[in-house]
């Protein structure tokens, strides 16, 4: 196995995905497959290449620091479960996490 | 046992664009919660960012003004992690290619010069407002403030004391401020500070464990966080005890920082390259642009006042520390050409008046072109030095011109030898036992006599006549 239970599990932490013990198992095996793939593409000689992080060979696609406008505010918050005094309403986060 | 600080800062700096990084939303500070948001600042599904030009102009400025080495090619990458203020559950932010790296600034302290590293300028968004509702297990969130534009400037671990690093910080402030790129108002978040900290024994190559500490709202609280961690870390070392890698936040109220513990899972950000943004590049010409349109920063500025005015190296510090009040003192210089008297009057008479009040030059009551016509009525006779301090009193107070408050109140300084000879024969005669004394050795009651005809004038005679003619009358 390319993956262990515990990895997955942590994964599926930071995604705040809840899995049961069949469902770490599915996706031991399916994270495994992609991995080993991985190890396929690693033997290929990539010398010379530089690293890829756009599959296009565009640049610089920049818009002016012009204002365009903004939604209403009982359209932007149209999807939220709860709302009150023109905010969103979330379960209280007890770490007081600083903004970065 | 002697410990060595090392301080690396991390500083937020809000760019003042009209619009956020990503979409056309309005940046502008206090509008009612949610007004400034569209369905690319909300991370709705299948929008496209698109980035503000002036964003990649005002970091390539920054990263000019620090010296730092310009990337030609930086690439945006997404942050992931979880939190209510982050409706994508990813921060656009740069990684492993910034825009702006290896540059530095030189700060002063106690009068000594030192360099210090800056790592990297990176360009990211800024997050939502988190409310806390007091006696609820709610939070309300604002996401105006989601997708405005930030540089992140990174310090190396080069600052070896909290004076240094408040000294530091006050640096990049004025630099920002002199280019017109943030506000760098500290209370309001558009310029804020996270610092890591940790201590060494003296003599040492190898750096402690450190503490990353969040909430410095103010330079006094920079300061005041960093004198209690690093007490903190030396008691634990000296209980025997080790310093846990970890976030610390700073608690103004009790002076304290506390542990803010479960951070390690939320480390893991697994950054990766955001395909909706193309790669950056900027070329020499763009380059070239910008550098030609920068301002004079405050160390070449610093310079110029005192290589070319002949200021002390004190005075033009202070002066060109925060760009308006420099202005402020060279405008002076536009219609006055000494220096050293401007320099003295701002920084003593108006400076003292404007922090007395919590106010900055930008408040100014007394205009440069007022003050300036007020020294010229010192340095051609009209008035006393001293009476030009109640001339300056009156011009705060009414925004009158001092020639007006000259005449007005008839100030005009005596200057006539007769009549300054005859106030001071009165004198003499009305202070025999002093006359006597002075004659007699005690050539400090001179001041008396002085004090005596100012006195007898309203402070109006000339100071340099009376001195001169009582030296000649007590002989």
Redesign the interface.
Known sequence: MKITKEEVLHVAELARLDMDDEAVAKFSEQIGTILAYMDTLNQVDTRGVPPTSHALSLHNAFREDEAAGSLDRDDALANAPEREDGCFVVPRIVEQREAK | MEYVTVIGLEV?AQLN???KIF????TAFGA????????VC?GMPGVLP?????V?AFAVTMGIATRCTINR?S?FAR??Y?????PKGY?I?QYELPICEHGHVDIDTNGEKKRIGITRIHM?E????????AG????????NRTGVPLI?IVSEPDIRSPEEAGAYLRKLRSILRYLGICDGNMEEGSFRC?ANVSIMPAGSDTFGTRAEL??LNSFRNVEKALHYEIIRQREVIEDGGAVVQETR?WNPDRGVTTS????E??H?Y?YF?D?D?????VDDAWIQEIEAGLPELPDQKEQRFVGTLGLSAYDAGVLTADRELADYFEACLESYDRPKPVANWIMGPLLGRLNAEGETIAASPVAPADLAALLKLVDDGTISGKIAKTVFDDMAATGKAPGEIVTEKQLVQLSDTSAIEEIIDEVIASHPDEVAAFRGGRKKLLGFFVGQVMKATQGKANPKMVNEILQQKLQ
């Not at chain 2, 979409?23 to 309005?26: A, F, I, L």
């Open positions: 937020h664009t009209n619009t979409c056309g939303c309005s009612p919660p949610n007004t400034h948001v569209c369905p909300l698109v980035l503000n030009r002036k990649v090619e690439r942050k992931n979880f939190y209510p203020d982050l921060q932010s990211e800024d997050a939502g407002k988190l409310s806390h509702l609820r297990p709610v939070s309300h969130v604002d996401l992140e996270d969040k909430n936040l803010m513990r479960g951070k899972e939320a893991d697994r390259p395909p943004l193309l790669p950056v590049v």
